[in-house]
């Protein structure tokens, strides 16, 4: 028998069309379910799926904490005792010390209408009273930050384009966009094969020669780390100098052309932002720049695909806004087979009912980055809330996010913590209750993508093992126990819910919609903000002038910044002369599976070097260095390669840390040398860009050890 499921993760592709095949009750394998067709795919790590839902070291029973905070003791307890503890432990914090000392530590652990680890732990902690929640995003803070100047607060819902679309693409640019691994929608990596099989010109600007580079792009471009806005705003300088720019098209759409070019020409301070100064700080060649920038001009439809990797560093909310200033300027903005600079998945899903906080507005929060700082420095240090107990649901932000030290001492602080999860991840051994979470397969749910216009259902597959259960179910009994059962679950049963779901929902056909697991929307190729660009006018933004504003006096007032993106220089240490990149895995998301000492198909972790890099330093292929910086230091084994530019180091995000007495990390954890101090106005993660230094040491990796 097969039945349709998703895997629902945070890992690019949100909801990946996948049937499930069973045989007595046990799942066998996953494979593509066909009536997706052959564009909306899974990737490897869905396909994959079962080896992590019969995981050994799954979590099938309550552990309650026995030994120090962190040591990993723990002992096996029935859920009406872990219930019980969590229950009282929380209601006792929050009449002592007020709700708002509750902290959500939640993230996307699971994604769906239903089993969204994010919305359901926020409705349950709204229920208990006002505490405190995280703002921001790891993910995007800076884009988040600065968009809505730039194109309106409806940006997220207005300025993306659907994959299909790409098909039309007479040019793509992939700026720091690994599509073949991070994916970034369920459809972009075949449809971006689909156009190198067309050979249109394709163009990968990485550090890195990514296996998107190698096998999509008909171009590598690598740039030092974090020196974007350089390259950008050369380009600029190129299409103005050289007339490419339709100002007439430009000015109708967009206000503040006028303040970039006199800014690009240096015609205030006598310096020109050309492609000679940028690539003295990006290291392409100044007649590299200007041939992308003349084809990007004269070919139409060009589309920009733009990572998240371009603001995931110091000064990251300058890059976004320079990318819709390009597209603005070479004329390809709103266009079909073009984009608006903007992420691509900014576009509505179909309509869908859904989880919802039970909203209690006013309450404290903290950016997402900060949450360790808010836990050790609270009110005396300028945060909102004093925080004594943390609710840890769907992350492992102990691992994730920077600075890892700092996130164990925030820890240290923490009179209660509870978690729900399906491994015994560093984060949860930080808590006191861990709770086993169920996986994928054993939830009924609808899926929601990542970029765009379908849906997916999927059936529980299985049933739980040992005692997992539902975030869902656990939250419910939870409420029940701590008295407001009603208001969290309304009465309803996880597929109720689903029900009402699709009740609401503008899927015609249930039954049809259940049997083959995906709605298509009618509409596949939507373009947009392909009416404001027709008629500027008539469809303004929802920003102050209506158009698109390149130079924001609201952006200058609310930031103390410039109206206009600036490059803003790079924080050089001559201690730490490599730039750390750290990102995504194509056969992990983020850290799951990342565990050392386990088996997963991604646990061994290295550090890629670029040969000169490595020879200078005495490094060989498979020598056990460490990387440091004046945050902290890790050793990982190293790899030699030419496929990682010079100055650059490589080291992928999601390695489980694993620290000695001394708190140096022998797993490969970035997260050792990153920090909670965000790059610019949006206080957003700065995870790319990193100065390190690494040197080879004596001793054995994490990563070289056997399980156990
Ligand atoms: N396989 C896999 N895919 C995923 C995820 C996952 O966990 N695993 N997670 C998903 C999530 S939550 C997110 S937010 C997205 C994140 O998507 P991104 O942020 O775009 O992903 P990264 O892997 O960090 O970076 C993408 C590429 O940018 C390059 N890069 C790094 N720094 C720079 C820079 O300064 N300039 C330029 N031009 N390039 C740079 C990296 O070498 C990398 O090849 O990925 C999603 N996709
Ligand atoms: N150095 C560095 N750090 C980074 C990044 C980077 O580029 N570099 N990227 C950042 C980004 S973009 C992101 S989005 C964050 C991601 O950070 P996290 O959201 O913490 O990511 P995961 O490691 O995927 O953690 C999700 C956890 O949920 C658990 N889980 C899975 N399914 C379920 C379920 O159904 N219920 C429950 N309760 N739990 C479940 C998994 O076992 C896993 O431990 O990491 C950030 N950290
Ligand atoms: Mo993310």
């Known amino acids: 028998m097969k039945v349709p499921v998703f895997c629902g993760k945070d890992c690019g592709g949100g909801a990946c069309p996948l049937l499930a095949e069973l045989v007595d009750g046990r799942v066998l394998g996953i494979t593509h379910n066909p009536e997706a067709g052959r564009f909306i795919t899974g990737c490897a790590r869905g396909y994959g799926l079962a080896r992590f839902h019969y995981a050994r070291d799954r979590l099938r029973m309550p552990l309650i904490r026995t030994g120090e905070r ?3 003791s723990f002992r096996e307890a029935s859920w009406d005792e872990a219930l019980s503890l969590v229950a009282e432990r929380l209601a006792s914090v929050r009449d002592r010390l007020g709700c708002e000392s509750i902290l959500s530590l939640a993230s996307a652990g699971s994604l769906g209408a239903l089993h969204n680890t994010a919305s359901l732990t926020s409705r349950f902690l709204d229920c208990l009273g006002v505490r405190t929640s995280l703002q921001g995003s790891y993910s995007n803070g800076a884009v988040r930050f600065v968009l ?13 384009f659907d994959p299909a679309t790409m098909q039309h693409a007479n040019m793509i640019i992939l700026w720091g966009a690994n599509i073949l691994e991070t994916r970034l929608g369920a459809e972009v990596p075949a449809r971006l094969l689909e156009a190198r099989r067309r050979g249109i010109p394709i163009v990968a600007i990485d550090p890195r020669r990514t296996e998107t580079a190698e096998r999509a792009a008909t171009t590598w471009l690598p740039i030092r780390p974090g020196t974007d806005t350089a390259l950008m705003l050369a380009l600029l300088h190129v299409l103005i100098a050289e007339g490419l720019v339709d100002r007439g098209f430009v000015d109708q759409r967009a206000i503040g052309f006028g ?3 006199a800014y690009v020409l240096g015609r205030d301070d006598g310096f020109a932002r050309d492609p000679s100064w940028a690539s003295a700080i990006c290291g392409i060649e100044a007649p590299e720049i200007r041939a992308l920038a003349r084809s990007w001009a004269e070919t139409k439809p060009a589309m920009l695909i733009p990572g998240y990797s371009i603001q995931r560093v110091e000064g990251g909310e300058e890059t976004f806004r320079l990318t819709v200033a390009l597209q603005l300027a070479t004329g390809n903005f709103g266009l079909c087979g073009g984009s608006t600079g903007s992420p691509n998945n900014c576009l509505p899903v179909p309509r869908v009912g859904r989880i919802d906080p039970r909203a209690r507005p006013g309450g404290p929060s903290v950016s997402v980055l900060r949450w360790p700082d808010a836990i050790l420095e609270g009110r005396s240090g300028g945060y909102p809330s004093d925080i ?10 102990a691992n994730q996010g920077g600075d890892v030290r700092k996130s164990l001492a925030a820890f240290a602080r923490l009179e209660f913590a509870v978690c729900h999860e399906m491994f015994l991840t560093p984060t949860a051994r930080l808590c006191d209750v861990v709770l086993p979470a169920a996986s994928p397969l054993e939830k009924e749910d609808l899926g929601i993508p990542w970029h765009g216009n379908y849906l997916l259902y999927k059936a529980q597959a299985v049933a739980a093992e040992g005692q997992a259960r539902s975030d869902y179910d656990i939250f419910a009994e939870l409420s029940d126990r701590m008295g407001f059962g009603e208001a969290f679950s309304e009465g309803r049963t996880a597929s109720e819910w689903v029900e009402l779901f699709i009740a609401a929902s503008e899927v015609p056909d249930p039954l049809e919609f259940k049997r083959s697991g995906i709605y298509l929307a009618p509409e596949q190729e939507r373009v947009g903000l392909s009416e404001f660009r027709a008629d500027p006018e008539g469809r303004p933004l929802r920003t102050p002038s209506g158009k698109v504003e390149l130079a924001s006096e609201a952006y200058a007032r609310d930031t103390g910044g410039s109206p206009i993106p600036l490059w803003r220089g790079l924080r050089l240490d001559p201690r730490f002369p490599l730039s750390l990149v750290s990102p995504k895995l194509a056969l992990a998301t983020h850290s799951q599976g990342r565990d050392p000492a386990g088996a997963g198909p991604a646990a061994a972790q290295a550090i890629s070097l670029n040969p000169g890099d490595a020879r200078a330093r005495g490094i060989a292929e498979g020598d056990l260095v460490r990387v440091y910086n004046d945050r902290g230091s890790s050793r990982v084994r190293a790899l030699v390669r030419a496929e990682v530019m010079a100055g650059v180091a490589s080291l992928p995000e999601g390695s489980w840390f694993v620290l000695d007495a001394s708190l140096e990390d022998s797993s490969g954890s970035p997260n050792l040398l ?13 995870m790319h860009a990193v100065a390190v230094e690494v040197e080879r040491c004596q001793g054995r990796a994490a990563t070289e050890q056997g399980p156990g």
């Open 70 to 72: 962190g040591s990993g």
């Open 148 to 160: 809505p100047y730039v194109l309106g607060q409806d940006w997220r819902q207005s300025s993306g």
């Open 259 to 261: 303040q970039l070019e």
């Open 388 to 397: 004594a107990a943390a609710y840890v649901a769907g992350s492992n932000y």
């Open 674 to 686: 990153t920090s909670t101090e965000g790059g610019g106005a949006s206080t957003s993660a700065v």
